[in-house]
């Protein structure tokens, strides 16, 4: 019996920690992604770095893999989408196509002393012209100080070959091969000098920072002209239908389309996002960490967003499993999480990379408390997911503050959002109904597909793609309202004897 052939784009969904790849079908639904690791170092505590290299190298064998799959199951590849970790950075030579650094992760604090200095200066501009403060990392001024000191880059560019930009740029100019040198709108915000009224550079800035104005991509929509890919990559010429920060392309996934509706997604780190509108909101109050972002841009319309992240969820689970060894995996801590009945006595603060809400401290530190000799790992394990709770009401608090008004609407993806526990200690904490979103495990990579999809003809419209994975299930509270409150001000109280200083300074994404 011959099957039916069905169309579906290739999407690219390039993390932190891995490149994975598959065909998002037209029934909304991905087929099973190759996969591959990527390397990320910690030269000190404040440096985090990747190689580019391995980064590309990685995405070609897991999109060929794609193809293969696509190919044996008769799937008309219609186009390519690509999302990818925001603000991470690198330096190229355009003519040998080789990096000339290290990819500088969005998780590296180098520059963060260092920014505090200007912060008096510089906040209150650039909150109000690109969304968000000085805060602990500028991508543009790592560049600008490359150029400087180092001498391949210093030598690229007076001969007019250095490239710079973020991980999508990478990407699109080497599946072009050198025919596009842009940046999605998603990708240049989080990169800390994007002008929210004008869609390009923030010119004061860039210039402030140094960063030469030759070197810049070009900024364009999510769905813009990315070009095709060059047959010599991945042995077919298909467009790139459209390109995404991860997190943006989350939302897409996860349904978060409209104002008042937001989106929780547990990855490395944990992001909370929640639309806006088409313009950018008016803060009606300054919060720590909540930053004004474009959720994406569309046929030349902007949709703006609000956003609160903590830097190390994801990547603690990680830390306490394979580093410190306390347990065997990230299933097992969720699976020893569920046999402790009722709230832990541990107390897990997981600011291994700073805090960001409620209180602007990128010098801060993890906490772990409450251990006693009768304490075990099932407890342990528990405490760890409500750290994870009580930071995402804390991102939501600030959210709802910034925004001034409450989210109507909070769905949930990522991988720690599997767990039941987890969800559940959110929605106790919250006091409200969290859904998790099906096959969330997939959002990034399934959000940037839908978003090129609807451009190549898959879809009407963006509700079109997500409604065919049906209803998400939807985790109630059970806690009382005074228990609630009062876990809420034991852990402020945490929060204020770990971190004396309370300064109210924003940061960035």
Known sequence: MIRERRRGVLS?????????????????????????????????????????????????????????????????????????QRATVLLWDAVTGEPLSPAVVWQDRRYAERLREWEPDWDERLAEGTGRPVGSR??????????????????????????FGSIDTWLVWKLTRGARHVMSATNAVAAGAYDLRTGGWYGPWADFLGCPPDILPSVVDEDGDFGFTDPSVLGVR???????????????????????QAMCVHGTGTFLDAVAGDRPPGHRDRVPGVLTLVAWRSRGVPLFSLE??????????????????????????????????????????????????????????????????????????????????????????????????????LVCGGGLAASDVLMSAQADLIGRPVRRALAHETASLRGAAYLGGVRAGLWPDLASAVAGLGTAPVFEPSLPDGDRREARAAWRDLLARHIPDHSTKESTS
């Open 238 to 260: 298909l467009p790139i239908l459209s390109v995404m920060g991860d997190q943006h392309a989350a939302m897409v996934a996860l349904g978060a389309h409209r104002p008042g």
């Open 12 to 84: 690219i969904d390039e993390g932190t920690t891995g490149t994975r790849a598959a065909v998002v079908l037209d029934d909304g639904g991905a087929a099973p992604a190759a996969y591959l690791p990527i390397s990320v170092r910690s030269p000190d505590h404040l440096r985090v770095e990747q190689d580019g290299a391995e980064i590309w190298a990685n995405t070609v064998r897991v999109c060929r893999t794609a193809l293969e799959r696509a190919a044996a199951d008769r799937v008309e590849i219609t186009g390519v989408s690509v999302s990818t």
């Open 138 to 163: 500028a991508p543009l001024l790592w560049a600008a100080e490359e150029v400087a000191r180092n001498r391949e880059a210093r030598r690229a560019h007076e001969r007019g070959r250095l490239v």
């Open 308 to 409: 609160g992240y903590a830097a190390t969820t994801g990547s603690a689970v990680r830390w306490l499993c394979e580093e410190i060894g306390l347990f065997e995996s990230p299933r097992r801590l969720a699976e020893l999480a569920a046999e402790h009945s009722g709230p832990s006595r541990v107390r897990f603060v997981p600011a291994l990379a700073g805090l960001r809400t409620p209180v602007w401290a990128p010098e801060a530190t993890g906490l772990l408390a409450g251990l006693s000799l009768s304490t075990t790992r099932a407890e342990l394990a528990r405490g760890v997911l409500d750290g994870f709770a009580h930071s995402v009401c804390d991102l939501l608090e600030g959210v709802e503050e910034a925004m001034g008004r409450p989210v109507t609407d």
